[in-house]
């Protein structure tokens, strides 16, 4: 059975830190794209940030680029996202997914629904 962990979230002041961790287990990640997407209240889930296992290749969308880092490690299945200096608006609930034979970046762009949803971590960042 394939499943998708994710865990990390909570309740943070603004221009603090939390690493998302998204624990896969019942496939190995080879050619899949693992992302991380997010979904606040009243809003549309957008992809957040996105790496392929294969070529390391990465997506970021722009409010989160140079503040949030997404990395893999492929021997335990887990994809973190590294959020620093977190915003008011990144407030939302984080969801990982895991896509095969995907791109980054189309992952990213959500030119398709991935294969693979886990379930989400909430993220509250207060001002």
């Known amino acids: 059975e394939v499943q998708l962990q994710a865990s990390g979230g909570g309740l943070v002041q603004a221009g603090g830190s939390l690493r998302l961790s998204c624990a896969a287990s019942g496939f190995t990640f080879d050619n899949y794209a693992i992302g991380w997407f997010r979904q606040a209240p009243g809003k549309e889930r957008e992809g957040v940030s996105c790496i392929n296992s294969s070529d390391g290749s990465t997506y970021y969308t722009d409010s989160v680029k140079g503040r949030f880092f997404i990395s893999s490690d492929n021997a335990k299945n887990t994809v973190y996202l590294q959020m620093n200096n977190l915003k008011p608006e990144d407030t939302a609930v984080y969801y990982c997914?895991?896509?095969?034979?995907?791109?980054?970046?189309?992952?990213?762009?959500?030119?398709?629904?991935?294969?693979?949803w886990g379930q989400g971590t909430l993220v509250t960042v207060s001002s």
């Open positions: 997914a895991a896509d095969l034979w995907t791109t980054a970046q189309a992952m990213g762009h959500m030119t398709r629904r991935p294969d693979y």
